[in-house]
């Protein structure tokens, strides 16, 4: 079984725990570079989608699907009873579950009602007046205003269940709620929504945002791109990480490239400052969509750390697909299961079809860098096949292999490329046996 991160943290009791080996079961050598997959493609250069297009699959997936925001032209105003119901909806979902502390105890009511308190709820009033501003750091968005994980095993703390996502450097937010020491800000993002310590977040007017927001722009396109105060890169400032997008200051030669930088003023308000990146790490808009550019950038992550729900500036399955496919433009949503709801459903699986025929689907239809193939709580990118077995790569915690008493779990912790047959065996079944859908990120056809 992989753990990709999405959806729920693994069970930890009574199993055995090993690394995994570096070139996994299945994989060659020659499979962890991109070319290796580049190369057995007939047209790696074909345009899937115009700018044009791509522009009308985020319209798509953000208006009627609504798994996506545009802050620039969020309400500025939003509903108390909405709001108290979201906020306290969160809350009881930790209620009703046993949790635990980082130091292994259950946690209990006193705990909740001190978050409860922090929250403020009744200091919402019948409207909500919202503000904006931008992320100034990078910056965890929480489930609850808190710092201090939760864990759903004791011990488990790779799986903090307060971690909801994390925002870089230039995120556009729409504030709706503070805590009651104002420490922690309700804040909506793009593609998720949790609170974020006040001190990231720059406040500005929404039409501050909008044109921010209209100018143009670079996309990082590395693992991570560091950005500096300074056009000799000596006043290291933070990073960003793939697909963030930052608008431009000024035209500048050379190895660097300068850009607008949201900063934070002690009045908590925005101030500008240039901000400098090498040029290398970045593109002028976006890439053009083609299998060759996701394959690409798929690989540029290639063993960089596993982090659950982008802990520690790092990234679970769902943000590496999101973080991909952000530099051609697309606006993927956060979670698996929203991103299996994306373009042009190509296969649904049913639970009694046979592994045979879930391998004869993805061989006859996923296309490579294009296909994304979601299992529960898990999302993969297609890759290509070899000798008939299909590969991906993907941001995955572990792996299941079958032992004497109970399955061993295999710890991979990084982005890598496995094979669908990986876990074979395993109480569970292989990615392929537990295969849900294979939707390809490209238009639905009009009928």
């Not at 939760?150 to 307060?162: R, T």
């Amino acid at each position: 079984m992989s753990f990709g991160g999405c959806t729920s943290s693994p069970v930890v009791k009574e199993r055995s725990y090993l690394v995994a080996p570096t070139v996994l079961p299945g994989v060659e050598a020659g499979m962890q570079t991109p070319g290796f997959w580049i190369g057995r493609l007939a047209e790696p250069d074909r345009v899937i989608l115009s700018g044009d297009e791509i522009d009308e699959l985020n319209e798509e997936i953000r208006a009627r699907l609504q798994l996506t925001k545009d802050i620039a032209d969020f309400p500025q105003e939003f509903t108390g009873p909405d709001m108290r119901a979201i906020l306290r909806s969160e809350l009881d979902s930790f209620r009703s579950r046993t949790i635990y502390a980082g130091d292994g105890r259950k946690v209990d009511e006193s705990f909740y009602a001190s978050i409860e308190n922090k929250m403020s709820l009744e200091s919402i009033g019948f409207g909500v007046k919202v503000g904006f501003g931008f992320v100034v750091c990078n910056a965890d968005q929480r489930l609850l205003p808190t710092a201090e994980g939760l864990y759903a095993e004791a011990g488990d703390v790779d799986f903090d269940e307060v971690q909801n996502s994390t925002l870089d450097i230039g995120t556009p937010v729409a504030i709706l709620h503070a805590s009651a020491d104002r420490r922690w800000f309700y804040a909506m993002g793009p593609s998720s929504d949790g609170w974020v310590e006040a001190q990231k977040l720059a406040l500005c007017s929404q039409e501050r945002l909008r044109d921010m927001m209209s100018r143009p722009f670079v996309t990082v396109v590395r693992a991570k791109g560091d950005v500096y105060l300074d056009a000799k890169l000596t006043r290291h400032y933070g990073f960003v990480r793939m697909g963030s997008k930052l608008p431009l200051a000024e035209d500048c030669d050379g190895h660097v490239v300068a850009v607008l930088l949201p900063t934070r003023q002690e009045n908590g308000t925005l101030q500008l400052r240039t901000g400098y990146l090498k040029r290398r790490e970045t593109v002028e808009r976006n890439l053009s969509y083609t299998p060759r550019h996701i394959i690409e950038q798929a690989f540029e992550m290639l063993d960089t750390p596993y982090g659950w729900g982008g802990a520690n500036g790092q990234q679970d399955c769902s943000q590496f697909v999101q973080e991909v496919f952000a530099t051609v433009g697309i606006q993927m949503p956060r979670n698996s299961s929203d991103q299996a709801r994306v373009g042009r459903m190509q296969k649904c699986f049913e639970p009694d079809d046979s592994d045979e025929d879930k391998l004869e689907a993805v061989l006859m239809h996923a296309i490579p860098g294009v296909t994304v193939l979601h299992t529960k709580g898990h999302v993969m990118l297609y890759i290509g096949h070899v000798s008939g077995r299909p590969y991906v790569i993907h941001c995955v915690w572990a792996y299941r292999q079958p032992g004497s008493d109970a399955d061993i779990i295999r710890v991979i912790n990084r982005v890598a490329v496995t094979g669908l047959h990986l876990g074979e065996g395993s109480r569970v079944g292989s990615l392929l046996r537990r295969l849900e859908s294979a939707p390809a990120i490209a238009p639905v056809p009009q009928h």
